[in-house]
């Protein structure tokens, strides 16, 4: 299959930059799946997990939320709010998000916060029961 330069960017670091055959995207109108010589498009993010398969090894998944990707026919660019390996995100944080969420709702001063913040909290529900039916597991909490 073909390669193509791929980098996830977020605002502490480089996450990943690397030659990839796939990436499978959580845009914020559904998933969607790059390959080389993808047509352009352009795309926010949704809260969710961010799957990168490269050649010879297992597919790399990443939690991603807020941001946007830009794919080109010579590769792929996501710019996230957040990334972090799926190994890095333990369930703990992951309760935090949605405590924070749901304290942005009930703390929303009118109705165009407030319902923003109930978008992002239904996206990080749904992100967690994504997360629980895949079979994939958030990081070990704190202590184990």
Known sequence: MAEFPFELVSPERLVFSGQV?????PGSDGEFGVLAGHAPVMSTLKPGLLTIFAAGTEPRYLFVRGGFAEARPDGLTVLATV???LEELDAARLAQEIQDAEEDVADATDDAKRQAAQ??????????AALAQSGLAAGPTPGH
């Open 119 to 128: 978008e992002k909290l239904e996206q990080l529900r749904e992100f967690r």
């Open 83 to 85: 990334a972090m390996p």
């Open 21 to 25: 055959e796939q990436v499978v995207v």
